[in-house]
């Protein structure tokens, strides 16, 4: 098995940059705020990492970037700035900092920063989009006694998945695939969160009664499900040690993502599920997949 | 907004609090009481070096665990030094003290063969039986059992025992 | 090449092809030769351990296995004839006929082709980081499985390193004590004089590394070089990154050892214990530290885990071993006074009697 030879600070780098044509997409789709969210978001993380080690070469370890473009691009596009800077900051002190810093932390930093604006500020992320209304996971989730066919009739749905947010995860995919294929994540990881969420979604699906959960396509270019999936489920700090208990990670991620949405208060639970999978992970290490020793 | 709004849920956590902290401290001293005092004694005897030197004023390990046990001061072991007060220390709950007079664990002690004169007090006093010899004929040191207690040094009338530190015994 | 040191032929120079092997064993062992792989073994005790058993074959070992040491390499492209004959005096020292010699790279391998020596077998083993171990060397060029608490001279298999087959000859056939070897000094391949401090090779640095950049140590300047030195480097990589988990060491690792557990347990003693054999399996290929993306020296935590394991146990033994002597000497002291008890007790009655 041939790696790249990179190291860390160039693996982040590698990683941030391949969450660029993603934001493009996502910047076409819904306008410059998002672009506008991204620089935001970044900059308060990397201030608050230089402020906390109180060392400003820490920008060059890349992972702040990371943890800020992803708050950008998880974040609703017409969330008031103060907002953003409130999860960034909240993300590197309260997801990373508090735990000692890069590689200790046992929460994923930007689902920490994300999920703590979702909590504490709810009115301001479920009514963000003046043009559409709410978006296609909110009507799913609150639509009443309408069908999914009827539901999917609402403006808020795309070609196949939730307007807009569909070609977001397309982009999120490719680029994904792309640092599977160069072995800078593992395939299991991704894999075992797309199925964890899609196969449930299947034996579910009823082809769309006013009880069903989504179909399973929706549930996969819905939200922030490919973003997550290859970007915050693989951040190695705070996914388990072994391949069997990564598998279970990962899938269970995607068991919660569903579960959230579909029964959840809000509309999108992937960061909820992800801290949750990373609450699990101090017991997923204590799992012993025994290793293959070289017979002997 | 009511001010009942800010005091029913702080005194609802406060009490929470208090019934938590209640039930930890019961159950802490129910799991205690479980522990048996013999259990208790092979604990402490586990962070004592076991040199048997008995420079703590009990003869040997085991019988200075059962006076930590009876309420002996926890820093008394100078072979165990401060690491061992403080193991000690933590697990007696007490507060930490730390000995007077620290030494090394890993040192021996060699005779002088040339001036010993045979007298077996050394022999005697030695906690491990590391010394042999026959009264009036030249006594020499086990190295391999010698646990470097020093006790042997203040015995000798002729000052021939010397210490070996721990880089040359090995 | 030009030397490092002048020689003079300190032995009388031996015809290999007629003398006897006893000769030949006696003068490796005059020669002082140890096994210039790493271990230092001394190269007589191997070859009599191997005749003890039933001597089979000469395996050299020509493989390289970490990136930026080419000592070995160098060694065996410029001294091709030598070793082939060194190869032929072990030979006859075993009393075998046929040896083989493993080499890392296909240019090497065709340097010898020309030669055309008939007794010795060539194989190209591909070089990863755990492919010159002496196990999986003999694995992969005699299919022969050897077990990890087992060496291969049990089985009759004299594994030597290139190196210490050209010592073999010079030895033999020049008269010469090992007095100098090619070593891979900050990537370059020269002879180096052996017994000299470090800082005078390579200069002063705080960052001196004795072996390679990935299985090295921090040396200190005053330390000697050695014959089992191949390589030393003036500087490590500086300020590694923090360890972000991500397992990529517990992946290459040819043994299957959960590196990163043994690494995230660095700081917490009582975990060691469970990964005590683990440490001690670990040959220090060094896989883990050329994976690593924060360049962690990884094998330097191993090593100081391992011998503060090994200190701990040797220290709990120690105690047990005094603790059990203690409670043997209380109950002869008790006997005694037991005794001493008995006897006064008898000689009263005795006494009251008359």
């Known amino acids: ?14 990683v941030a940059s391949s969450l660029l044509p993603g934001l493009l997409v996502a910047t076409l789709y819904f306008g410059h705020t998002i672009l506008l969210n991204c620089a935001v978001a970044v900059g308060v993380c990397l201030l608050a990492d230089i402020f906390s080690t109180r060392n400003p070469r820490i920008v060059s370890d890349g992972s702040a970037t990371v ?56 009115e301001d992320l479920t009514h963000f989009d003046a043009t559409t209304g709410a978006t296609a996971l909110d009507v799913l989730s609150h639509r009443g006694g309408i069908t999914v066919g009827e539901a999917s009739r609402s403006p808020a749905y795309g070609d196949f998945g939730a307007l807009g947010y569909e070609y977001v995860n397309v982009a999120f995919l490719g680029t994904g695939l792309f640092l599977v294929g160069f072995r800078i994540i593992p395939w299991y990881l991704p894999l075992g969160m797309l199925v964890g969420l899609a196969l449930p979604a299947l034996l579910f699906y009823d082809s769309g009664s006013s009880a069903s959960l989504g179909s399973p396509l929706f549930h996969l270019f819905a ?38 949405r579909a029964f959840g208060a809000w509309p999108d639970g992937i960061a909820f599920a992800v801290l949750l999978g990373n609450a699990f992970v101090p017991l997923l290490d204590k799992i012993p997949f025994r290793r293959r020793l070289p017979t002997s | ?135 009036l004929f030249t006594h020499t040191v086990l190295k391999k059992y010698c646990t470097g207690c020093e006790l042997c040094i203040p015995e000798c009338p002729v000052d021939c025992i010397e210490i070996v530190p721990e880089s040359a015994t090995t | ?138 694995q992969s060029v005699l299919g022969q499985h050897i077990d990890s608490d087992e060496f291969p001279a049990n089985k009759g298999i004299l594994v030597l390193n290139v190196a210490t087959v050209f010592a073999i000859y010079e030895a033999v056939c020049k008269g010469y004590r090992p007095q100098d ?89 009582d975990q060691w214990a469970q990964f005590a054999v683990d440490l001690h399996t670990c040959f220090e290929c060094g896989a883990c530290v050329e994976a690593c993306p924060s360049q962690i020296q990884i094998l330097d935590v191993i090593r100081q885990e391992r011998s503060s394991l090994t200190h701990q146990n040797r220290a709990k033994e120690h105690a047990r071993i005094a603790n059990e002597r203690f409670a043997e000497r209380n109950r002869r002291l008790e006997r005694l006074a037991n005794q001493a008890a008995e006897r006064r007790a008898s000689r009263e009655q005795s006494s009251r009697k008359w």
């Open chain 1, 1 to 14: 098995m041939v790696k790249p030879q990179l190291t860390t600070p160039q693996l982040m780098w590698l």
């Open chain 1, 67 to 122: 943890t800020g473009l992803l708050i950008g691009l998880s974040l609703p596009p017409s969330i008031p700035l103060h907002l953003v800077a409130l999860a960034g900051l909240a993300a590197i002190l309260l997801g990373k900092v508090v735990f000692g810093g890069l590689g200790k932390n046992t929460f994923n930093p930007a689902m920490v920063g994300y999920a703590l604006v979702l909590v504490a500020f709810p």
């Open chain 1, 223 to 260: 939200g922030g499900t490919m973003l997550a999936a290859f970007y915050v489920v693989t951040d190695p700090v705070t996914a388990p040690r072994s391949v069997g208990a990564k598998i279970l990670f990962a899938t269970g991620i995607g068991c919660f993502t569903l579960i959230i």
């Open chain 2, 1 to 135: 907004m009511a001010v009942e709004t800010f005091l029913i849920p702080i005194g609802f956590v406060t009490l929470l609090g208090f019934l938590y902290a209640l039930a930890l401290t019961i159950s802490q001293r129910l799991l205690q009481k479980t522990s048996s005092d013999e259990e208790l004694i092979s604990h402490i005897e586990d962070r004592l070096p076991q040199l048997q030197c008995a420079q703590c004023g009990f003869p040997g390990c085991r019988p200075y665990a059962e006076a930590i046990l009876q309420g002996a001061s926890t820093d008394l072991c100078p072979p165990g030094g401060e690491r061992t007060a403080l193991e000690l220390a933590d697990l007696m709950g007490r507060d930490p003290t730390v000995p007077l007079s620290t030494m090394s664990t890993t040192n021996a002690v060699k005779i002088i063969e040339s001036e010993c004169v045979g007298c077996n007090r050394c022999a005697q006093v030695c906690p491990v039986d590391a010394i042999v010899g026959a009264e």
């Open chain 3, 1 to 138: 090449m030009k030397r490092a040191v002048f020689h003079v032929a300190e032995f009388q120079v031996l015809n290999w092809k007629s003398e006897q092997p006893e000769i030949l064993r006696d003068r490796i062992r005059e020669a002082g030769i140890v096994g210039m792989g790493g271990a230092g073994y001394p190269t007589h005790e191997k070859i009599e351990k191997c005749l003890a058993y039933d001597p089979r074959t000469v395996l050299v070992n020509g493989v390289e296995c970490e990136p930026g040491v080419s000592a070995d390499e160098t060694l065996i492209i410029n001294y091709a004839e030598e070793i082939l004959e060194g190869c032929a005096i072990l030979e006859r020292c075993l009393g075998t006929t046929g040896s083989h010699l493993a080499v890392g790279s296909r240019f090497v391998f065709n340097t010898f082709k020309e030669l055309k020596k008939a007794n010795t077998t060539l194989t190209v083993v591909e070089a990863t980081p755990s492919s010159g171990e002496e196990r999986a060397l003999v």
């Open chain 3, 181 to 269: 070897r090619i070593m891979t000094v900050n990537c370059i391949d020269v002879w180096v004089p052996l017994e000299e401090p470090i800082e005078c090779i390579v200069g002063r640095s705080t960052q001196l590394t004795a072996g390679g950049c990935y299985t090295g140590r921090l040396a200190d300047g005053q330390q000697l070089t050695q014959a089992t030195l191949n390589a030393i480097e003036s500087d490590r990589p500086p300020n590694p990154s923090p360890c972000i988990r991500c397992g990529w060491c517990t992946d290459v690792c040819p043994l299957k050892l959960p590196v990163e557990a043994i690494y995230a347990s660095r700081e917490n003693e």
